[in-house]
């Protein structure tokens, strides 16, 4: 029998991290139904029954940024089920589906410069980018994460942000806040700002774009002033979920099924769809 | 048209097939409802009217149902869910089914085929038999269904009938369409000038069934390109009310939202899925309240673009029927025809 693929498989909570007031972590036991290896930039479809679904970017892999047979998310509340979901605790159950979207493998990235941008939420989809370029750390040159939050308190993953800004030869992390008060000694300035920073040879960077929707015309239009090829631009789109699976139709851009053929896409791929970015 | 397997069928026999179809089938046919027609089940011995204009509904309403439950979920004492999916259902027969809803039918079967298979469409519509009617004037005023290629559409019919009086001539399409048909019928072969009727009557239709379009519709992906920018669009929505019903009456309109229902104790409940639509406001909205398609001159635009090009590049079919449908209904009579003659032109 084929499986109904709308029905869900329960899987254990082992951790719930408030990382802020509205963002909770999770570390939550992997599917099982079938073999579960995602790849950056693909999400899962997680609920609970009665309440409903929603679709939940993979923030960590099994057996890269999570522990084999585990994967993480940061579930920001937003409404209903968020609200529900962002409460629940260690040995409680979520009800998973997926991974869904396009697999993109890393052959192509190798041997490359890496620029990593992330704002706000956008750090969540991103962070499985960073672990797995920093795991396989030779195989890249330069690598620059850029990550941007609207205020020093709304900074997501801190501790991971020290860990990798620790890693001071070989990765450069650079964060910046759109306004703060006087005790933030850090950077001011949108996101864009940071890019000034970055003197990686862009004939042979990679860049990889995370945020809210706002976002991406200004880095696109940044980082191809910068000289970037448009087919190494790649980012990940969010449009409405309803299915995860080319069915419900409302996260279709133009004739694409963002559910299927993204989330991640390069800039070349899309550049001509009106209802892209 | 090809005069081989085609056999006559007395009126009066309609009853016989109705009774021979209701021993595998749910059997339905139009029936009147208000002042439109939909599809009702049909009992043996009910009256068959093959005689119908068209229903508002289109025939996905029976294959992908307006309101369809995903499954069912029982929290267990240990506060385990388990899941059920829905349970088996007879399959249909569809009597009298116009070359629009054949052709609305193929497009569902072409979305499934290209992308991920929903087993709960697919399943119906691969068990469903399948009687389609030929039409010999209009339903609607703004039928264009000619110009679309569905007015000789017989696919995926498995009897296909021209009614031209006292007999109904029925094409065989399909192994069980000669099943069913055989046991109905002596199967006599029509006679010549039976065979002549329906060759006059033929030609006579082209004349009720006007062409409206200056154009094939393969070109409609191009023309529709080039048209991206202009200003038909806002020309268009400045009259759209954002209602949605051109989504709801459209034979191949397929996306839905999914919400879940529970009783007050939360242990028993239903995922299911109900009919949306690109038209309805905040289809396109997402958590923190962004838009990406606001405005109703892009969903107009996006509506339109979805059934004349994205449909035909991704699925291989042009995605409108010209069943008329959306326009008759439209309140201010936004019509995709019009639209399609104007992006289209004259040459
Ligand atoms: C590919 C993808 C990855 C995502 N990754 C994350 C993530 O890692 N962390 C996170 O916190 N959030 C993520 N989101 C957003 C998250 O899906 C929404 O916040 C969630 O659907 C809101 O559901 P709700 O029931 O809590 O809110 P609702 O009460 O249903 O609605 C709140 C708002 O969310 C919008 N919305 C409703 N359903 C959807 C839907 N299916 N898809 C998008 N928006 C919807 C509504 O229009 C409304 O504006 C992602 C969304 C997508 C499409
Ligand atoms: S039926 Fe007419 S008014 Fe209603 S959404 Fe469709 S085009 Fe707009
Ligand atoms: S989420 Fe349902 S089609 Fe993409």
């Not at chain 1, 000694?185 to 990686?200: C, K, M, P, Q, Y």
């Amino acid at each position: 029998m084929v499986q109904n693929r709308m029905i869900p498989e329960p899987c254990r909570i082992y951790e719930a991290m408030q990382q802020t007031p509205r963002e909770v972590h999770f570390v939550v036991e992997a599917p099982k139904r079938e073999p579960f290896r995602p790849e950056p930039g693909q999400f899962v479809m997680i609920s609970i029954p009665g309440i409903g679904e929603a679709p939940i970017s993979l923030a960590a892999l099994p057996g890269e940024g999570a522990a084999e047979g585990t994967f993480e998310m940061l579930i920001r509340r937003a409404g209903r089920l968020t609200n529900l979901i962002t409460r629940l605790k260690p040995g409680d159950t979520m009800y998973v589906r997926g991974p869904f979207g396009r697999r993109v493998t890393w052959e192509k990235f190798e041997g490359s410069n890496l620029i990593l941008i992330a704002g706000g939420l956008g750090l969540a989809p991103l962070r499985p980018f960073v672990q797995r370029s920093l795991l396989h750390r030779e195989l890249f040159r330069r690598i620059d994460i850029l990550v941007g939050a609207r205020a020093p308190e709304e900074i997501l993953f801190k501790e991971d942000l020290a860990s990798w800004s620790a890693r001071r030869d070989d990765v450069r992390v650079l964060v910046s806040v759109d306004a703060a008060r006087s005790t933030w000694s850090g950077r001011i300035g949108v996101i864009t700002t940071l890019f000034d920073e970055i003197d990686a040879d862009v004939e042979d960077a990679y860049a990889f774009i995370c945020g809210p929707p706002v976002m991406y015309r200004h880095c696109l239009r940044k980082l191809l002033g910068m000289g970037l090829y448009e087919n190494h631009l790649w980012m990940t789109l969010e449009r409405r979920m309803k299915c995860g699976i080319g069915l419900c139709g409302n996260c279709q851009m133009n004739g694409l099924y963002v559910c299927q053929e993204g989330p991640l896409f390069s800039y070349r791929e899309v550049r001509h769809l009106k209802e892209a970015v | 048209m090809t005069e081989r397997d085609v056999y006559r069928l007395p009126r009066e026999r309609l009853g016989a097939l109705v009774a021979r179809l209701e021993r595998d089938y749910r059997v339905l046919g139009p029936a009147p409802r208000g002042d439109t027609y939909a599809w009702e089940e049909l009992r043996p011995g009910d009256p068959v009217s093959l005689d119908y204009p068209t229903t508002m509904l289109p025939l996905r309403a029976l294959l992908a149902p307006q309101r369809e439950v995903l499954f069912t979920f029982r929290r267990g004492d240990d506060g385990e869910v388990a899941f059920d999916p829905p349970a088996d259902e007879r399959p249909l027969a569809l009597l009298g089914v116009h070359g629009c809803d054949l052709t609305g039918l193929r497009v569902l079967r072409a979305f499934h085929d290209s992308g991920t298979r929903d087993r709960l469409v697919t399943n119906r519509l691969d068990r469903a038999f399948i009687v389609g009617l030929a039409c010999w004037v209009p339903c609607l005023g703004e039928a264009f269904c000619r110009d679309m290629g569905s007015l000789d559409n017989e696919i995926p019919a498995d009897l296909y009938a021209w009614d031209i009086g006292d007999v109904l001539l029925v094409k065989v399409l399909t192994n069980r369409g000669r099943d069913v048909l055989t046991e109905v019928t002596p199967m006599e072969a029509a006679t010549a000038e039976e065979v002549v009727t329906l060759r006059r009557r033929l030609r006579v239709r082209l004349e009720a069934f006007p062409q409206h379009l200056k154009f094939a519709p393969e070109r409609l992906p191009i023309a529709l390109e080039a048209a991206e920018g202009d200003l038909l669009w806002d020309a268009n929505a400045d009259r759209c009310l954002s209602c949605g019903r051109c989504n709801l009456v459209c034979p191949t309109c397929t996306c839905f939202d999914v919400t879940d229902a529970s009783p007050l104790d939360g242990r028993t409940g239903v995922r299911v899925r109900t009919w949306t639509g690109c038209q309805v406001t905040g289809f396109s909205r997402v958590a923190g309240g962004h838009d990406f398609r606001p405005g109703r001159a892009q969903q107009l635009r996006y509506r339109i673009f979805r059934k004349g090009k994205y449909m035909p590049e991704r699925y291989g079919m042009v995605g409108c029927t010209g069943c008329g449908r959306c326009p008759h209904h439209c309140p201010t009579r936004i019509s995709i025809r019009e639209i399609f003659r104007q992006v289209g032109g004259t040459a």
